[in-house]
């Protein structure tokens, strides 16, 4: 098991979410993301998705969730704070649960049809 870094100061964890994280927020200690979504199936798959990348990373979020969105909260327990591992898991999830296909290449995105909804993006109204 590798040892863990040293915590981050909170006020560079502040200009650090500021700079890297910007939907991310840091609240008594840990680093924080709300992601809504569109309902029930929605809130699984998100759950699921920041689960293996949370096992694959060996390092594991504290996630509460109900009918429309997942709260995702990121802390080092062993280094007693916040540390480089869980900004990097933080990019991890925003890079693949935020990942917007119909911005880029082939892909066109889930339709904006409320029964196909997934994601509510960043932006997005109801």
Partial sequence: MKQSAPPIEPAAVLVR????????????????????TSGWKSTL???N???HLAEAA???PDLAA?????????????AGGITDLDFALARKIEEVVCWQPAQ???FEGTPTDP????????GETD
Avoid at 17 to 36: K, S
Avoid at 66 to 78: G, R
């Fill in 115 to 122: 029964r196909f909804r997934y994601i509510k993006y960043e």
């Fill in 17 to 36: 979410l500021a700079a890297e994280l910007p939907h991310w927020t840091y609240e008594n200690g840990w680093i924080r993301r709300r992601i809504r």
């Fill in 104 to 106: 880029e290449g082939l």
């Fill in 58 to 60: 060996w390092h594991h």
């Fill in 66 to 78: 109900s009918y429309a969105f997942v709260v995702i909260k990121l802390q080092t327990h062993s």
């Fill in 45 to 47: 798959m998100v759950i």
């Fill in 49 to 51: 998705t920041v689960g």
